[in-house]
C-alpha cells in the first residue's frame, strides 16, 4: 500500500513536471510568434513604402515629360498601346 502511494506522488510530481515545461514552451512559442509578425509586418511596410517611393517617382517624370512635349509623349503613347476593337453581340 506504501509503495502505491510513492507511486502516485511520483506519477503526480512528473505530471506537475511536464506542465511547468510545456507552460514555458507555450510562452516562448508566444513570444517567438510575435516576434516574427512584427518582423514580417516591418518588412510588409518597408517594401509598400519602397513601392509608393517608385510610383511617386514615375508620376513625376511622367508630368514632366508632358511639359515638356505634350502631344509628342500622348502620340507616343498612343502608338505604344495596341488598340482594342471591342464588339457587343448577343
Known sequence: MKT????REEVL???????DQLNMLESELHSSIEEYWNDW??????????CGKKLIALEESLR???KNNPLE??????????????????
Open 4 to 7: 502505491a502511494g510513492i507511486e
Open 13 to 19: 510530481l512528473m505530471l506537475s513536471e511536464l506542465n
Open 41 to 50: 509586418y516591418g518588412s510588409q511596410e518597408s517594401r509598400l513604402e519602397d
Open 64 to 66: 514632366d515629360l508632358e
Open 73 to 90: 509623349s500622348r502620340k507616343q503613347y498612343s502608338s505604344s498601346v495596341p488598340s482594342i476593337k471591342l464588339e457587343l453581340g448577343y
